[in-house]
């Protein structure tokens, strides 16, 4: 389903609000909520939104577990870490047990072999299905949702649910959740805005097949449900805008 507001307040009031009642429902069905956060600049002011009344109060951060889409293999306290800005934005400002925040970076290690440590990680707490509650995406302007980029082979991924690789156009390692265990997750939110996204998002949503060029294609839920929240500008070339 596509959700366009008529500016990123409302856009970002909406995200609030789902991640709210998705921790209710799975803390009311399980005891605990699995979310996934999204890296980039879109998410920042959502998160802080998140981290002030009246959504602070309603969610019981002692039952969320927060896991990342992905990661930039950068130390956690540096200024592109993914962890840093969720840091910095919501994490720091909310009652949550540090035991359950699940960085995807560890100093020292090889990001191959974290990729492999993350997913154990994850079949552990998430069970063998692997489902998220809900997990957030961004997209940048060239189609990629978390570091799932135009032409890399982590797109033919079918096995591994976590694989890293290097970037060469960004000189850097970057580490993500694969498009078959996002696409397990019972809720995916896009969250993204503005008019640089716009001709990105038309091919996405109404373009022919072509994951290769336009990533987000490939995030398709098998049992779960889609939302793209976005805003005006970035839905401006959409033909079906209903
Ligand atoms: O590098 C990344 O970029 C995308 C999109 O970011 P944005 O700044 O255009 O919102 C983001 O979704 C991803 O998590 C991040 O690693």
């Given at each position: 389903m596509i959700e366009i507001f008529k500016n990123t307040e409302e856009q970002n009031i909406a995200a609030a609000e789902q991640f709210v009642q998705s921790a209710k429902e799975a803390i009311a069905?399980?005891?605990?909520?699995?979310?996934?956060?999204?890296?980039?600049?879109?998410?920042?002011?959502?998160?802080?939104?998140?981290?002030?009344?009246?959504?602070?109060?309603?969610?019981?951060?002692?039952?969320?577990?927060?896991?990342?889409?992905?990661?930039?293999?950068?130390?956690?306290?540096?200024?592109?870490?993914n962890a840093k800005m969720a840091e910095r934005t919501l994490l720091?400002?909310?009652?949550?047990?540090?035991?359950?925040?699940?960085f995807m970076y560890k100093d020292g290690v090889e990001p191959e072999t974290y990729a492999l440590d993350y997913e154990h990680l994850l079949k552990k707490n998430l069970g063998p299905e692997?489902?998220?509650d809900l997990i957030f995406l961004g997209m940048g302007d060239d189609g990629h949702t978390a570091s799932l980029?135009?032409?890399?082979a982590v797109l033919g991924e079918e096995i591994q649910?976590?694989?890293?690789?290097?970037?060469i156009p960004q000189d850097m390692y970057r580490i993500t959740l694969t498009a078959p265990l996002i696409n397990k997750a019972k809720k995916i939110v896009f969250v993204l805005y503005g008019e640089k996204k716009a001709?990105?998002?038309?091919?996405?949503?109404?373009?022919?097949?072509?994951h290769t060029k336009y990533p987000s294609q490939l995030i398709k839920p098998t049992n779960g449900e889609v939302l793209w929240f976005i805003d005006e500008a970035a839905a401006a070339n959409l033909t079906n805008k209903a």
């Open positions: 069905a399980k005891g605990i909520f699995n979310v996934a956060l999204t890296g980039g600049s879109s998410p920042e002011k959502f998160y802080k939104l998140l981290a002030e009344s009246p959504y602070r109060e309603q969610v019981e951060w002692e039952k969320v577990a927060i896991y990342w889409g992905d990661e930039r293999w950068v130390p956690l306290d540096d200024d592109k870490s720091s400002h909310v009652p949550i047990p540090k035991e359950q925040i699940y692997g489902s998220f980029f135009p032409g890399e649910w976590v694989d890293a690789y290097f970037l001709h990105a998002l038309q091919q996405v949503l109404e373009g022919p097949d072509q």
